[in-house]
């Protein structure tokens, strides 16, 4: 059984270009959230999405950051004209339904922008 | 705003020590959840527990205990004879207006890294 998984591990750009970030949830979840972990510092959510829906972007930076999760294919969180402050480790998590249940996490994608 | 503290930014034990790692959180809903996560120098996040405000029962999961203390707002964790393997850096969580939205967001301490030398 699948846990969450998450690619790319590792992501390194330039500045100004872009960054995608893929989430596949476990299997059977179709809840997914999105945390950004600046260096040693907690996690800060970002986003929750159902398929096809965004529920909460509150903790989402308004500008270039964007999230999505279709009725097929993983979540994808995106990064446009990435700067050097967007450097972290972003995780995704999955629940198998809303409320209070375990949030299963993936492994990460650590993003450095040189 | 709900708010999460771990106040121990690192400790460093010796193996077969007790540690405890604290967690004081701040929060106005009367429901609410608590976890611990541990995250190895692998990076990836580990599930440790998950407790609920109504359950003030303390948990032991072989050499792994918590705390909740609902009076002090605290949610510790005890590893006794601590092991190298141990070593990561633990966070604790709480969750956040699960009944006003229907879902929860964790909000994050800051993590208290735990080394652990033979």
């Known amino acids: 059984n699948a846990g969450v998984m998450q690619n790319p591990r590792h992501l390194v750009r330039r500045r100004g270009q872009e960054a995608r970030l893929r989430c596949s949830p476990m299997?059977?979840?179709?809840?997914v959230y999105w945390y950004r972990q600046l260096p040693e510092e907690g996690l800060k959510f970002m986003v929750y999405?159902?398929?096809?829906?965004?529920?909460?972007e509150s903790g989402m930076p308004k500008e270039r950051f964007s999230a999505e999760f279709p009725k097929e294919g993983p979540s994808i969180l995106r990064i446009q004209q990435v700067v050097r402050g967007d450097s972290a480790a972003y995780f995704c998590?999955?629940?198998?339904?809303?409320?209070?249940?375990?949030?299963?996490f993936g492994p990460g994608t650590r993003l450095t922008v040189t | 705003a709900q708010k999460v503290t771990q106040a121990q930014t690192e400790i460093s034990v010796v193996e077969k020590e007790d540690v405890t790692l604290d967690c004081v959180y701040e929060?106005?809903?009367?429901?609410?959840?608590l976890f611990w996560y541990k995250q190895p120098p692998s990076g990836e996040l580990v599930f440790l527990i998950r407790?609920?405000?109504?359950?003030?029962q303390n948990e032991i999961s072989g050499r792994y205990s918590w705390n909740f203390q609902k009076s002090t707002s605290s949610f510790n964790f005890t590893i006794t004879a601590s092991q190298v393997v141990d070593s990561a850096v633990y966070f604790c969580?709480?969750?956040?207006?699960?009944?006003?939205?229907?879902?929860?967001?964790?909000?994050f301490g800051t993590g208290t890294r735990l080394l652990v030398s033979p």
């Open positions: 998590a999955s629940s198998p339904l809303a409320g209070p249940y375990e949030q299963y």
């Open positions: 299997k059977g979840h179709s809840h």
């Open positions: 999405l159902q398929k096809e829906n965004i529920i909460d």
């Open positions: 929060t106005r809903d009367t429901t609410y959840y």
């Open positions: 407790r609920n405000s109504f359950d003030e």
């Open positions: 969580a709480l969750s956040e207006g699960v009944l006003n939205t229907g879902f929860q967001k964790l909000v």
